[in-house]
C-alpha cells in the first residue's frame, strides 16, 4: 500500500490564483481529513468527510473547498489564494471500523502564496 | 467544546533525563485521546493511544479523568527522541474530528 499520499510537494502561488492540492489513500477508509500547520498553532483541522459523498467543515473552513466523489481522493481546493494560506498542508484518513481509530497522514505539501 | 492544551510550546531535556510532555483536554464524553510524533522532516505518525495502555519506545501516557489530562511521559530521554509531540482528541458520536493541540517541539541535548 502507498497509504495517504499528496501532490504536490511544494507549490507557489500568487494572491488571487486558485489551486487543487490532491490528496489520494489506498486503504479504503472512510474518514479523511485536511490540516493546516503553522508554527506555534499546531494542526487545524480545515474539512473533514466520513464517506464518500459528506463533507464537513473543520475549524478554519474559509477559502476552502473540498469535495468527495470517491473513497479513495479528498481534494482540497484553494478558491482565491491569499497569504494568509501560506502553510504546510497535510491530509490523512482513518478506518471507521478498524480498532484505536489510527489517523495516517500524508506527507505534507507546503505552499507559498505571495 | 472540545480543546486540547498543551502548555510547553518548547522542552529541552539532557540526554538521561526523564521527560514529561503535558497535555490536557476539556470534553464532556469520554475522551479517547492519542499522541502523535513528527521527527524532523517526516510526516505525522502516531506514537501512543491511551485506550492500548502500551508503552511505546519507552514513552507511556496515562489518562487522569480527574485531572483531564494525558501527560507523556518517558524516564530516560534519548537524542533521536527530538521531534515535535502533538495531543489528539477524537470527539466520537457523531462529528468524529480528530483535534490537536499546538504541540511540544522537545530537544534532547546530548
Known amino acids: 500500500n502507498a497509504g495517504v499520499t499528496q501532490t504536490p510537494k511544494f507549490q507557489v502561488l500568487k494572491t488571487g490564483q486558485s489551486m487543487t492540492l490532491q490528496c489520494a489513500q489506498d486503504?479504503?477508509?472512510?474518514?479523511m481529513s485536511w490540516y493546516r500547520q503553522d508554527p506555534g498553532m499546531g494542526l487545524r483541522l480545515i474539512h473533514y468527510?466520513?464517506?464518500?459523498?459528506?463533507?464537513d467543515q473543520g475549524e478554519v473552513p474559509n477559502g476552502y473547498n473540498v469535495s468527495r466523489s470517491t473513497t479513495e481522493d479528498f481534494p482540497l481546493r484553494l478558491l482565491s489564494a491569499a497569504p494568509s494560506q501560506t502553510s504546510v498542508y497535510f491530509c490523512a484518513s482513518r478506518s471507521r471500523t478498524e480498532d484505536y481509530n489510527e489517523q495516517f497522514f500524508g506527507p505534507g505539501t507546503r505552499l507559498t502564496v505571495l | 467544546a472540545q480543546r486540547v492544551t498543551q502548555p510547553e510550546k518548547l522542552l529541552s531535556v539532557f540526554k538521561g533525563a526523564p521527560v514529561e510532555l503535558k497535555c490536557n483536554y476539556s470534553y464532556s464524553g469520554s475522551p479517547e485521546l492519542f499522541w502523535y510524533v513528527q521527527y524532523s522532516r517526516q510526516r505525522l505518525q502516531l506514537l501512543l493511544r491511551h485506550i492500548s495502555r502500551e508503552s511505546i519506545k519507552g514513552f507511556t501516557a496515562d489518562l487522569n479523568k480527574g485531572e483531564t489530562s494525558f501527560h507523556l511521559k518517558k524516564p530516560f530521554a534519548q537524542e533521536e527522541d527530538s521531534a515535535m509531540y502533538y495531543c489528539a482528541l477524537l470527539h466520537q458520536g457523531g462529528s468524529e474530528k480528530l483535534v490537536f493541540g499546538k504541540g511540544t517541539k522537545l530537544t534532547v541535548n546530548p
Open positions: 486503504m479504503n477508509h472512510e474518514y
Open positions: 468527510s466520513v464517506g464518500a459523498g459528506i463533507t
